[in-house]
Structure formats: C-alpha cells, structure tokens
C-alpha cells in the first residue's frame, strides 16, 4: 500500500508512522520512519550544452561540451558519450566502464576514412539525461594544417635568416636563390619549429632574392627576401615595402 503525503514545506524534516483501524478502534501505531527532508523531486538531467569537436586526428575525436542548465536537482555525476557509425542506427557507448568527470573527451579507435556521429548524456543519482548531439558528423582524418612562415632577421658578422615555421604533418623546408647552392655557400639549420639560413662574410655576390618554402599534405607557402650589399660592410633586407634594414 502506498500514499502521497501532501502539504509538506520544502526544507522541513519530518517521520511518519502508520496505523491501522477496524470497526474496534486504531491499532498502536508503526515504528516512526527515519527522518525525511522534504526536497523537490529529482529528475533525470538536462542534455549538455553545445557539444563540438574541438580537435581530431585518423584515429581519435576530442569533444567538448558546457554542463546543463538543469541537473535535476541533484549534483551532476559524470557524462556519458556515445557513438553512431554513418549508415547505421545503433548508438555504442564509448565510456562504458566510468562516467566522465570533466565536460571534455577524447574518443579513442576510430577507424580512418569512417564518418561518425557523437552525443553526450550527463547523468545524476536518479539516471540519464536527455542526450545532446553534435550538429556535424566527425570524419576520422587528420586535420592538415597550412604551414605558416614569419621572419625574423638578425645581424652580426654573418647574414642570418631565421624563419619561424608551423604545419601538421610537419612541413619540408627548402631555400634558395638563382644561380647559387645555398648547401654549399651557407649553412642551413632546420627544425621542427624553425629554419635558419647563416651566410658568412656576405659579399656583392650575396645580394639577391633569397625564397623559403614550407609544403605539407594540406598545401604550400612561400616568402621571399630581397638582400642588397652595399659596399664591404653595409647590407640591407627588404620583403615588399614593409621591411627594410641597413646594416653599418
């Protein structure tokens, strides 16, 4: 048997006791119920708010995502992500053994070329929430990024071009200039985050285009350098009209 108990204000504990009656009478009373604090009920959470791939490779998705704005009254736990391969209708959850803590995620074991769907569930002490989806599907691939090329030039006893470099996959880097092997006239530094050409006791000979090339898979940038020599110890560097330098 069972009965709703109205008329309780919210924030107030209260203990209950049944008793039975017959035509004789009431029984004695039930022992009192522990304490019960009259709360709102509890449901289920909201769905989270704008989840979005924040990053991706051929094998992983990184998701990120805002908490509800209603948790049901009760403490969030955790969220739960799951996943639909394109062309199909199951949903497969990704986290099965834990709930994830943090309003970020990344999807492990995608298989490269695949198209996918993600949604994210939060969840509280009574269950799941309604789920939120990505408004994209995800195709599991490696974002390429563009090389991106800055100059810094530096002076001294030698001719220094350094060039900060970024791209993903990492770009080739390539200098030259007409008529000259730059392997054998100068020196070539290159790394992961920079290159850097070094040319020793600059002559008039030096003068000229100097052009660097940074070309990955997603595509290709250039920059080039105009470098005059002036008499024994003076040498300049322009690139286009927003860069000029005399050096005495």
């Not at 403490?75 to 970020?104: F, H, M, S």
């Not at 569930?121 to 490696?142: C, H, Q, S, Y």
Request: with cysteine; hydrophobic share 35%; proline share 7%.
């Amino acid at each position: 048997m069972k009965y709703r108990v109205t008329g309780l204000f919210e924030g107030n504990t209260y203990e209950f006791r049944v008793l039975a009656e017959n035509m004789v009478g009431l029984s004695k009373p039930s022992p009192s119920s522990d304490p019960i604090k009259a709360s709102r009920p509890i449901t289920p959470p909201g769905p989270p708010i704008n989840p979005k791939l924040k990053d991706k490779t051929k094998e992983s998705a990184d998701l990120v995502w805002t908490k509800p704005l209603k948790d049901g009254g009760s403490p969030i736990l955790g969220y739960i992500v799951e996943c639909q391969k394109t062309g199909t209708t199951q949903w497969n959850r990704i986290n099965k053994d834990e709930l994830i803590r943090q309003c970020a995620f990344r999807v492990p074991g995608l298989i490269e070329g695949n198209e996918y769907k993600f949604r994210i569930k939060a969840v509280n002490i009574v269950g799941e929430g309604e789920p939120r989806e990505l408004p994209e599907t995800v195709l599991a691939k490696d974002i390429l990024a563009p090389p991106e090329v800055s100059l810094d030039v530096t002076s001294g006893g030698s001719l220094r071009l350094m060039v900060s470099v970024s791209g993903r996959p990492a770009p080739v880097i390539t200098w030259s200039k007409q008529g000259v092997d730059l392997v054998s006239r100068g020196i070539i530094d290159t790394t992961d985050s920079y290159t850097l050409l070094i040319v020793d006791k600059v002559n008039r000979y030096d003068a000229g285009k100097y052009i660097i090339e940074a070309e990955n898979q997603s595509g290709k940038k250039s920059a080039t350098i105009s470098v005059k020599v002036y008499g024994k110890y003076c040498y300049r560097f322009k690139r286009g009209k927003n860069f000029f330098v005399c050096l005495f």
